[in-house]
């Protein structure tokens, strides 16, 4: 039976990855590439500097595929535009197993962990549930929302409290306005300024753990500029930006 590995690479930093990662690439006869538009230079550079620095016996083959680019988020049919972007990759993801022998090992290097804002799992169990035979593994990894912590040398939880996780979107729609601690994914319209009138302090980061990271910290009403400063011109710089910042309210007395 065909295996395919879902590997979690970690959100930057060859460093992150994991002995059970690394083992895993070592496994892997084709590696599926993500075609992304002006990350994927970036990405995959990363990508491929893991693949010559940990398999100590290269005989793997590299299968480029195009992901779909998805429609804007916040339209009014985003969720149609989620399912028909979803249906197209799993076209994609059929094509590719054509790539491998009846007992193939096959892997994808996901950013980060698999778990957080990525459909490659959600995708491969659906094309188990539609009847392609295969065996998937998960292997973990350090995600952003874990980089941003050690950088800034914060935990993400206040004692005992929660914390949420969620995306610009929902942020930028009042969702997280009455949360204490969230952390912030997929933000292109910097919402972060909508928590500057309440004494909310912003831990930001972009391209956590490589060598362009930037971090920035500080009162949300105070460096709200700087980031977007320095958010433009990074964009600008690199054709691409992916940064994650956690907020966190004063606590209530
Ligand atoms: C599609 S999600 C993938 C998340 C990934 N699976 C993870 O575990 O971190 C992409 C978002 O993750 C965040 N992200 C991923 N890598 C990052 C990095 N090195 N620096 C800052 N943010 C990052 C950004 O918010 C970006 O918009």
């Keep these: ?30 590696f599926f590439m993500p075609d992304k538009g002006e990350e994927k230079a970036g990405l995959n550079a990363i990508r491929m500097q893991m693949l010559e620095r940990f398999v ?7 299968v480029e595929f195009a992901i779909p680019s998805r429609r804007q988020a916040g339209t009014p049919d985003y969720r ?11 076209a994609a993801y059929r094509r590719m197993f054509g790539e491998l022998g009846e007992d193939g090992v096959g892997a994808f290097l996901v950013w980060g962990d698999p778990t957080l804002y990525d459909g490659t799992i959600r995708i491969l169990k659906d094309m188990q549930a539609a009847g392609w035979e295969f ?3 998960v292997i973990p990894g350090i995600s952003a929302p874990q980089a941003l912590a050690a950088q800034h040398q914060v935990t993400l939880n206040r004692v ?18 009455g949360l204490t601690s969230a952390v912030v994914m997929l933000d292109n319209h910097q919402a972060f300024r909508r928590f ?15 060598a362009d990271e930037i971090l920035v910290a500080g009162q949300v ?4 500029d700087e980031i977007d400063t320095v958010r433009t011109a990074a964009q600008a ?4 930006i992916m940064d994650t910042y956690l907020i966190r309210k004063p606590e209530k007395s």
């Design 1 to 30: 039976m065909r295996t395919l590995l879902v590997i979690g690479i970690g959100a930057g930093n060859p460093d992150y990855l994991t002995v059970q990662a690394i083992n895993a690439m070592n496994r892997a006869q084709v």
């Design 135 to 137: 065996a998937i593994e």
């Design 221 to 224: 009403s105070e460096v709200m």
């Design 56 to 62: 100590t016996e290269p005989r793997y083959r590299l």
């Design 196 to 210: 500057a009138g309440d004494e909310a302090e912003i831990f930001w980061g972009a391209y956590l753990g490589t």
């Design 237 to 240: 710089r690199n054709g691409w």
């Design 80 to 90: 149609d535009a989620v399912q028909e972007w979803r249906d197209k990759l799993e």
């Design 160 to 177: 005992g409290e929660a914390v949420t996780i969620t995306t610009g979107r929902r942020v930028g729609a009042g969702e997280a306005d």
